[in-house]
């Protein structure tokens, strides 16, 4: 999968969304529009887990997370990154570019609390590329953080206590 432009980052998401079966994707159950609003949602427990152990990483280190996103994005842009791939970098012997990619996927994964399994699927969804590792690591920060303002704004709970008793009964 070729990772040049923004378009990369949307057809990656509309191609995951594509190779999930239709009675695997996520289905909107109820939406309660009279306040209190809510939306209850029926997923995978393991899927939904993730993402909640995921937005519950990003929230409890918000300014962190953010500035390290911001850091990894700021030295992206100076170093076009997005232009590149990782297999020029190897045939022009970029040992130190690639090496910084490297240091920026670590980052993210460390701020993101990935687990093994996560960075295994990662890297074998990446085809080992450090900057494809990157570029997905940069979108889902971004899909990551409306909802993480959601639960740090009450609007909405991921947090690991309330679901680890999902976890427990399945």
Same mark, same amino acid.
């Given at each position: 999968?070729?990772w /040049?432009g ?7 998401? +509309? ?6 079966? $239709?009675?695997? +994707?996520?289905?909107? %159950? ?8 809510? !939306?209850e949602?029926?997923?995978? !427990?393991?899927?939904?887990? #993730?993402i ?8 409890g280190?918000?300014?962190a ?14 170093? /076009? ?5 990782s ?31 996560? +960075?295994?699927?990662?890297? #074998?969804l990446?085809?080992?590329? /450090?900057?494809? #590792? ?7 920060? +971004?899909?990551?953080? $409306?909802l993480? /303002?959601?639960?740090?704004?009450? %609007? ?15």
């Amino acid at each position: 999968m070729p990772w /040049e432009g923004g378009h990369s980052v949307v057809n990656f998401f +509309r191609g995951a969304y594509s190779a999930t079966p $239709p009675d695997l +994707r996520p289905v909107v %159950k109820k939406i309660q529009y009279a306040s209190p609003g809510f !939306i209850e949602l029926s997923a995978l !427990i393991d899927i939904s887990w #993730q993402i909640a152990e995921l937005v519950t990483a990003v929230g409890g280190s918000i300014l962190a997370a953010n500035k390290v996103y911001d850091q990894v994005m700021r030295t992206y842009r100076q170093r /076009e990154w997005a232009k590149l791939k990782s297999e020029k970098l190897r045939i022009q012997n970029q040992i130190k570019e690639i090496e910084l990619v490297s240091d920026a996927v670590k980052s993210l994964e460390s701020v993101m609390a990935l687990s093994e399994e996560q +960075r295994k699927n990662l890297v #074998q969804l990446s085809g080992a590329d /450090e900057l494809v #590792q990157l570029k997905i690591l940069l979108a889902v920060y +971004r899909r990551l953080s $409306p909802l993480v /303002e959601l639960q740090n704004s009450g %609007k909405a709970n991921f947090s690991a206590e309330k679901n680890k008793n999902l976890k427990a009964s399945d």
